[in-house]
C-alpha cells in the first residue's frame, strides 16, 4: 500500500484448465472493483476470484455472473 502495509490474503482454489484471458480477467476484475470504491484488499480479493474463474474454464471469455462466482468466493 501507499503507507508501507503488506496485504497478504490466498487466491480461491482453483483446478487449471486454460490460463488463456487470465491476466486480462484479473485486470478486469480489478478494475471493476477499484472503480466501485472498494478498499484495495476487496479490490485484490476480487480480481483474483475472476482470475480463478478464468483459468477453470477453456477459451478466454465467459459471462461472468453471480453463479459463477459463486464457488470462487470466500466469506
Not at 6 to 18: L, N, S
Not at 57 to 74: D, N
Amino acid at each position: 500500500t501507499r503507507d508501507g502495509k503488506k496485504i497478504d490474503f490466498q487466491a480461491p482454489p482453483t483446478e487449471q484448465i486454460d490460463a488463456t484471458g487470465a491476466g486480462d480477467t484479473f485486470g478486469a476484475g480489478f478494475l471493476e472493483a477499484i472503480t466501485s470504491g472498494a478498499s484495495l484488499t476487496d479490490v485484490l480479493k476480487h480480481a483474483a476470484t475472476w482470475g480463478a474463474l478464468a483459468v477453470s474454464r477453456e477459451g478466454g471469455t465467459f459471462e461472468a455472473s453471480g453463479k459463477l462466482l459463486k464457488p470462487f468466493r470466500r466469506s
